[in-house]
């Protein structure tokens, strides 16, 4: 708060600055210093016309050459250097600047073309007078078209190279977005007394949100639901990064609770600090129906038991990728015939309506309850029907 109060309180002294130091100089002045540095510029070039050209140029030739190079340096040191420097001052102040620059360079560089050729200008005075003029609205139109060019030039290319970026980037997205579906599970492994389902909608092209089926043995499935900080192409490369440490590690030996500590450790040594994955993991087995899971900072599971809807509390421990070394615990649940388990994560529960409420894990109870005989598709169906809502 004391940093934004100092910021406040720094900037009007700074504005103001500016003003002062312009009104410390008196117009005239300011007018004669910016004419002297335009005759100067004007004499230097009119100076390397007449030694450049020789005595082999007639006296009108070399006038006509030096007005050329007066209007074209005008023109192109105007647009070029002095108007993108003077950009950001009020248009009615800008484009008076710029009729001054321009009549400035054209009509002091023309007295000081006029100085090297005095014999042949007193003898058509009103002539040379004529062509200034013409000179000076000539460098006034290109100069200030010029400009003008200069400046849709810049903003088409900066278009152009931010649609190429913009289409580079969305290509990306759609392959690693290919990449992510190749990941979720083609087949859903088959118990005689477990049916699995899961469906994985990602709120953008690419998520991170990421589910897994692991075929253990005949009676044993392993369940993993993941939810990895972040968005894009780097929360893709994550969920990869974990879906192959998770199966590289699962064998029907494996523990949730070691399995994740392995996934934790791994994570934390191969990412950044700032990215990390809630996950819920868990092990099935037909021999007692027993659901053996750990939580690593996700949202619980919610179990439908006769209509009842209650959440699958454990402690577990922190998500994984934060903390090398972590340690998570295991629990337990023995599920009974009839009973319906949903793992999801929070681009479900967090997903906001058109009035800004949060779907939540109440209104998801509700569905889940209404519709626990269903087959498991079609409560995954009715659960985005009503999202959608």
């Not at 192109?76 to 321009?102: C, E, G, H």
């Not at 030996?253 to 500590?261: F, I, Q």
């Not at 454990?314 to 015939?337: D, I, N, W």
Request: net charge negative.
């Amino acid at each position: 708060m004391t940093s934004l109060e100092q910021t406040a309180a720094l900037t009007p002294l700074e504005a103001g600055a500016a003003p002062r130091l312009t009104r410390s100089l008196p117009q005239g002045r300011f007018a004669l210093l910016w004419a002297l540095i335009w005759a100067a510029v004007g004499l230097a070039a009119a100076i390397g016309i007449t030694i450049g050209t020789g005595a082999d140029f007639g006296p009108a030739l070399r006038i006509s050459l030096m007005f050329a190079e007066v209007v074209g340096f005008a023109s192109l040191v105007s647009a070029r250097v002095v108007f993108p420097r003077l950009a950001n001052l009020p248009y009615v102040l800008f484009l008076a600047l710029q009729v001054l620059t321009l009549l400035s360079v054209t009509v002091f560089g023309s007295i000081a073309v006029a100085w090297t050729q005095l014999l042949f200008v007193a003898a058509s005075l009103t002539t040379w007078v004529l062509i200034i003029l013409i000179n000076a609205a000539a460098a006034i139109v290109v100069g200030i078209g010029l400009y003008t060019y200069d400046s849709m030039r810049r903003q088409i290319e900066e278009q152009f190279r931010e649609l190429r970026h913009k289409e580079v980037l969305e290509r990306q997205l759609r392959i690693a977005r290919e990449v992510q579906q190749q990941l979720l599970p083609r087949e859903t492994p088959q118990l005689a007394d477990l049916e699995m389902h899961g469906k994985c909608v990602p709120a953008r092209d690419v998520g991170g949100d990421y589910f897994d089926f692991l075929p253990v043995s005949d009676g044993r499935v392993g369940l993993v639901v993941a939810d990895v900080s972040g968005k894009g192409v780097p929360a893709a490369l994550l969920v990869a990064g974990i879906q192959a440490s998770v199966r590289s590690r699962c064998d029907m030996h494996a523990r949730p609770g070691e399995l994740k500590t392995r996934v934790n450790d791994i994570l934390y040594r191969s990412s950044s600090s700032s990215r990390y994955a809630t996950a819920v993991l868990g092990f099935y087995d037909s021999d007692g129906r027993v659901f053996r899971y750990c939580n690593a900072g996700h949202h619980p599971p919610l179990r439908v038991r006769g209509g009842e809807v209650g959440p699958l509390e454990a402690e577990g421990g922190f998500p994984l990728g934060m903390f090398e070394g972590a340690e998570y615990t295991e629990s337990q649940t023995r599920l009974q015939a009839g009973d319906l388990l949903a793992l999801y994560t929070d681009g479900l529960v967090e997903a906001p309506n058109a009035d800004g409420e949060e779907f939540g894990e109440e209104r998801l109870g509700r569905v889940l309850s209404r519709d626990a005989g269903l087959p498991l598709d079609r409560i995954c169906d009715h659960v985005l029907d009503e999202l959608a809502k």
